[in-house]
């Protein structure tokens, strides 16, 4: 590669990682201990695992003199780690501390001394003040998924008291003067290994974080890392390019994300910040795909299509050129919506054409006319489940002739029919697929609870708690 290209490689990645999040998740101390919680099991059952390697040699040992002895059959049969914490350590990851951490062993232990005499029995040993120290580090990987992995660890074990059952006195001196150390060192030495598989082990979970969410038959939504996490003292913070695209077709929208700043709340173990950028891609991708517009037919609201035609024929004697008229109206929009939040405000504004067609005995559609909209709506947001979904009520409508194919008439006698329209058929539809929403970030089987919705400037905050079910 030329270094013009290495340059210009360089330079794309350093602005794809600078580029402004559409979302932002906040995992708070409640949320790091939940998850400390749910590690410490799978550590404590990895550490289970240690394979104690069978102990033997020779030694002179006060007052008998040279003693062969072996140790076997050593197996864990409690495991415990009464104190640990998972300390944020600014601009670098994660330090995992556990203390006066233990293990109980039991085995089989054999000597012989004085060439002829042989013993034999069981033990059952302590390990006390075991302490074990993980640096970890979390980044993204090349999907802009989570990833982690150890970066240092060190173990200790700190001190081991062993009672032999049967065997004389003596065989203490033994272990203590000989088989402690050993014992110890080969613990030390299969603990860190293992803290670092467990670490590891998490990956694969962290696979499933929905980087790219299916939403319908038009969109998906990105929850791509667009920077490396963000570690304070008391919470890690993940910026997402929460973005829809059209499925298959990831068309950037001709607007970017504004920054913004999570407030220091932390009663909740997770916080979840959806800027106005999200919604109005999604305006962008619907608008795109030619899906915010529908035919409203007589089936639909046969009294209402009723009235317009009355009025038409008594305006434009239509009757005569469409006897035995059905109408059909197409309502769309002409270019995408566009969302804005404020506090405890969500705002819609569509520019739309409503266009009236009526239906020939052949099925043939004839332009009658052509209405100019423009419209405010209302948004309540909620959470249901692992979505975010909502629904619309109508602030105003204003409505003005665009092209007419019947004559030039006043829309006004006509505006409280169309009004009727939209809150019977338009409206109702649109709140249906605003009912089933569209995926949040989540990882895995997570459920969110105890959740709350606010909206604020230019974003909506979810405060939630969370919890794993597999």
């Known amino acids: 590669m030329s270094p013009c290209c290495l340059l210009a490689l360089l330079a794309v990645i350093s602005l794809t990682l600078a580029a402004s999040p559409g979302v932002k998740v906040k995992l708070t101390d409640k949320g790091i201990e939940y998850g400390k919680q749910i590690g410490m099991a799978s550590l404590q059952q990895k550490l289970k695992t240690i394979k104690v390697p069978d102990l033997s040699g020779t030694e002179k040992v006060p007052p008998i003199g040279k003693v062969k002895y072996s140790l076997t059959g050593m197996t864990i049969v409690n495991l415990g780690l009464p104190k640990s914490a998972l300390v944020l350590m600014p601009g670098t990851g994660v330090r995992l501390a556990i203390t006066n951490a233990f293990i109980n062993l039991h085995g089989n232990w054999r000597v012989r001394y004085f060439r002829f ?204 050129r469409f006897p035995g008229m059905m109408m059909k109206l197409l309502v769309k929009t002409v270019k995408e919506p566009t969302i804005s939040l404020e506090p405890n405000n969500v705002t819609v504004q569509a520019s739309g054409t409503v266009t009236a067609y009526a239906i020939q005995p052949n099925t043939t559609l004839s332009p009658l006319f052509v209405l100019n909209m423009e419209g405010s709506v209302s948004a309540q947001m909620n959470v249901t489940g692992v979505k975010l979904a909502g629904a619309i009520t109508l602030n105003k409508i204003e409505m003005t002739l665009g092209t007419s194919y019947v004559g030039q008439f006043q829309v006004q006698p006509l505006d409280n029919i169309f009004l009727m329209v939209l809150k019977v058929v338009v409206i109702p539809k649109v709140n249906a697929r605003l009912e089933k929403g569209f995926p949040l970030p989540t990882i895995g089987k997570m459920n969110l609870i105890n959740t709350q919705l606010q909206v604020l400037k230019d974003y909506m905050l979810i405060g939630t708690d969370v919890q794993f079910t597999g």
């Open 117 to 320: 005499i042989q013993d034999r029995g069981s033990f059952d040993l302590t390990v006390n003040g075991l302490t074990i120290t993980a640096d970890i580090a979390i980044k993204s990987d090349e999907t802009g998924r989570p990833t982690v992995s150890t970066v240092n660890c060190v173990a200790n074990v700190g001190s081991a008291s062993i009672k032999f059952h049967g065997g004389a006195s003596w065989l203490y001196n033994l272990f203590k003067s000989y088989i402690d150390k050993a014992l110890r060192s080969a613990l030390q030495k299969q603990i860190c290994p293992l803290v670092a598989d467990v670490i590891t082990d998490m990956n694969p979970h962290l696979k499933t974080f929905n980087v790219l969410a299916k939403v319908d038959q038009y969109a998906e939504i990105e929850y791509s890392m667009v920077t490396s996490p963000t570690i304070s003292k008391s919470s890690i913070e993940f910026s997402l390019k929460g973005e829809f695209y059209n499925i298959g077709k990831h068309r950037e929208p001709p607007f970017s994300p504004t920054p913004f700043s999570l407030p220091p709340q932390d009663n909740n173990m997770l916080y979840i910040g959806v800027s106005s950028f999200t919604p109005n891609s999604a305006g962008f991708v619907y608008n795109n795909a030619g899906a915010l517009s529908l035919y409203v037919t007589d089936d639909m609201v046969i009294n209402i299509l009723l009235r317009i035609k009355e009025r038409l024929c008594v305006l434009f004697q239509i009757a005569k």
